[in-house]
């Protein structure tokens, strides 16, 4: 039996030597291509994710790897155990030298979000670290976390994504924007859905239909866990398929209540 949680605090270990010894420098921010994933690819980005696929590769052949950077490798498909990585979630936080940026590792028992098992996200800026797994509870540097009670939008701070997106897009989203407490974007989706699944935000929009499974696989484990609900942009259950090439649309809130207030909002609601 793999011991993942071993195994994915190791490679955390590893990705955040990777990261302090290239912060800051040009090397790391040197840039090689374009990954897998369709983003730019630099220096830190490919040490950060040789890392993490030689920390979890050796466990054994039944394993696929699905890699921001590299893509999709190791077994079938039909494999026991899928791994997904983002070596640096946040890149162009990192490229600017803006302090939020971290790593995210999830392990999926199965085809689907649904069937993650073990979950890790370490902030690189702190070192600070988000883990859970399956049936248990989410952490932080060992410590339980839990999502907000926040119920009302005037009272909640949500995170809403509308980088590199069209008017049609901005536009249903402005009535949930000019409803809540505060909107907020921090750059890295990982890091920010863990801050929702330690309350310190309680909502998490991205209906750009631009998320990505390495983006949000580590943090949907942790924030359900904590919590959290996330579905589509109409309510249904998130089902993007386990693949590098796959985008979605994704509404996270810290609970029940929340959640169907942003989604009455995005459908048009006038109620606040």
């Known amino acids: 039996m793999v011991e993942w949680e071993s195994v994915l605090r190791e490679a955390g270990e590893r990705v955040q030597e990777v990261s302090d010894r290239l912060a800051g420098s040009r090397e790391g921010r040197e840039r ?54 983002d070596p640096i979630d946040g890149s162009s936080n990192y490229e600017k030298q803006i302090p939020f940026y971290c790593t995210s590792i999830a392990v999926l028992e199965g085809r689907t979000l649904e069937s993650a098992s073990h979950a890790l996200v370490r902030n690189l800026v702190n070192g600070d670290t988000y ?19 926040v119920r009302e939008l005037h009272q909640a701070v ?34 920010e859905a863990c801050f929702m699944a330690e309350g310190r935000i ?3 929009v991205d209906v750009r239909g631009r998320m990505r499974v390495m983006d949000l696989a580590a943090a949907y484990l942790i924030g359900r866990q904590a919590g959290a609900v996330f579905t589509g942009e109409r309510g249904g259950p998130l089902s993007p398929r386990i693949s590098v090439g796959e985008r979605f649309s994704v509404v996270g809130a810290a609970n029940p209540a929340l959640h169907r207030r942003i989604l009455g909002k995005l459908a048009g609601s006038t109620e606040g």
């Open 202 to 204: 309680d909502g998490f």
């Open 158 to 191: 949500v995170g809403i994504d509308i980088s590199k997106t069209t008017l049609p897009i901005v536009r249903s989203v402005s009535g949930l924007i000019a409803s809540v407490r505060r909107q907020v974007h921090f750059g890295a989706n990982a890091l």
């Open 131 to 149: 883990y859970s797994e399956a049936g248990g509870r989410s952490t932080k540097n060992g410590v339980e976390i839990r999502t907000s009670d």
């Open 32 to 85: 090689l291509g374009e990954g897998a994933g369709g983003d730019v690819t630099m220096l830190v980005d490919r040490e950060a994710e040789d890392e993490i696929i030689d920390a979890v590769g050796q466990k054994g052949k039944d394993l696929r790897i699905v890699a921001e950077e590299h893509g999709e490798s190791g077994g079938k498909a039909g494999s026991r155990w899928t791994v997904i990585i």
